[in-house]
């Protein structure tokens, strides 16, 4: 019901920045949080930031003081801003909406955006 197309990622070099964009359509009125996941090669996919409906933001420990999730709830779009890139960060980087009351337990995922970190 939810659909998530994602864009943004590319080829960067260490120490330089990338904006992740994700946007919602359909039933996004039912969206409790929003968030950015990646994984790795041989890696399990990971939370890398998420922002719930009234505001409250997760970081994994990794990415704090570098990236920045956002929201746009007009818009029904929600960011990632990544600056000084690792090369650690290299990922398939997911979008995720996950449910609110209505419907807890649905969880719908964006296609992937790839992020390579490489001079």
């Known amino acids: 019901q939810v659909q998530l197309v994602e864009s943004g990622g590319g080829l960067v070099p260490p120490g330089g920045s990338l904006r992740l964009s994700c946007a919602a359509s359909?039933?996004?009125?039912?969206?409790?949080?929003m968030g950015w996941y990646r994984q790795g090669p041989g890696k399990q996919r990971e939370l890398v930031a998420s922002?719930?409906?009234?505001?409250?933001?997760t970081y994994a420990d990794s990415v704090k003081g570098r990236f920045t999730i956002t929201r746009d709830n007009v818009n029904n779009m929600v960011y990632l801003e990544m600056n000084s890139l690792k090369h650690k960060d290299t990922a398939v980087y997911y979008c995720?909406?996950?449910?609110?009351?209505?419907?807890?337990?649905?969880?719908?995922w964006g296609q992937g955006t790839q992020v390579t970190v490489s001079s």
């Open positions: 995720r909406a996950d449910g609110d009351q209505r419907e807890p337990d649905v969880v719908t």
């Open positions: 359909g039933s996004i009125f039912s969206i409790y949080a």
């Open positions: 922002e719930t409906s009234f505001g409250k933001q």
